[in-house]
């Protein structure tokens, strides 16, 4: 009786050949699909930021509202204030507002230009992004991943609107108003304003993901509840010396980004409690 020669140790051979070829092939694909990557976000960032600049009135109305003394939120609070029968209006100001280099204009658009076009185009660089790693994630740190990519977006996005809303015009409004003396004028410069806005405005967005941190370190073990609960005083005196550093100089901005950030801070103990109880 003849027996049948095997082909195991060629199939193995073959088996092995391919796994290092598509393994050495998945390594430039995911390079090659980083870099396709990169020019669809370059691309969307610029093709946004082109629109911005072109739209020069509409997004300089926009970023310059919060200066104007009839900002939205100067007359919500008066309508807040008239619904609980107390009559109260804000002064009127004027700040002038000056360009003190010959290009400072132009070189303020385009930067401005390239910051508004990073912040649209957001969330498709967070969809690109997540894309990309998902293919190495279980299903459920996937599913963990979106849940945890939504949260972060939007504690972003709500600090960005706190921002822009509340700190940024009351921030203006007590400094660009402040005199020592009637003999000194104060010109604000557009490059100080765009500054003061910008960094404002990512550093709210950055501080609103303290229930994220908090979330990660209490699945890594490296926080309780029980702890965060003891050291509330302790975390409010660091919240408000955070505070005091991301903000500009003055008492009032300084209490207005405290409030919501101890505030996160007691909603990053329940979030911690609810990871402990899973």
């Not at 000056?98 to 290009?103: K, P, W």
């Not at 940024?168 to 660009?176: A, E, K, N, T, V």
């Not at 490059?191 to 990660?216: E, K, N």
Request: charged residues 15%; aromatic residues 12%.
């Amino acid at each position: 009786m003849k027996v049948k020669k095997s082909n195991l140790p060629a199939k193995s051979k073959q088996t092995n050949s391919n796994s290092e070829t598509e393994e050495l092939m998945t390594f430039g694909g995911h390079l090659e699909v980083l870099r396709q990557m990169s020019f669809r976000i370059i691309a969307i960032v610029v093709i946004i930021a082109v629109v911005v600049f072109c739209m020069k009135d509409t997004t300089w109305k926009f970023l310059l509202a919060p200066s104007e003394w009839d900002f939205c939120t100067y007359r919500w609070i008066e309508k807040l204030a008239a619904y609980a029968g107390v009559d109260f209006h804000f002064n009127e100001y004027h700040v002038q507002m000056i360009a003190t280099d010959l290009s400072s204009q132009f070189m303020t658009h385009i930067t401005t230009a390239i910051y508004l076009g990073l912040l649209g185009a957001s969330p498709y660089i967070m969809f690109e992004l997540f894309r990309f790693v998902s293919p190495a994630l279980y299903e459920n740190e996937r599913k963990y991943s979106v849940q945890v990519t939504v949260v972060i977006y939007t504690l972003f996005i709500i600090g960005v609107l706190m921002s822009y809303f509340v700190l940024f015009p009351i921030s203006f409004r007590f400094l660009g108003t402040y005199s020592v003396s009637a003999r000194v004028i104060s010109n604000i410069t557009l490059d100080s304003y765009v500054t003061t806005f910008v960094t404002l405005t990512l550093l709210m967005g950055a501080v609103f993901q303290l229930p994220v941190i908090a979330f990660i370190l209490a699945k890594i073990g490296m926080v309780s509840s029980d702890m965060l609960s003891q050291y509330r005083k302790h975390a409010l005196i660091v919240i408000m010396i955070v505070a005091a550093i991301i903000t500009p100089p003055d008492l009032m901005t300084l209490v207005l980004v405290t409030i919501p950030l101890y505030m996160l801070y007691e909603v990053s103990i329940r979030v911690v409690r609810v990871v402990e109880h899973r």
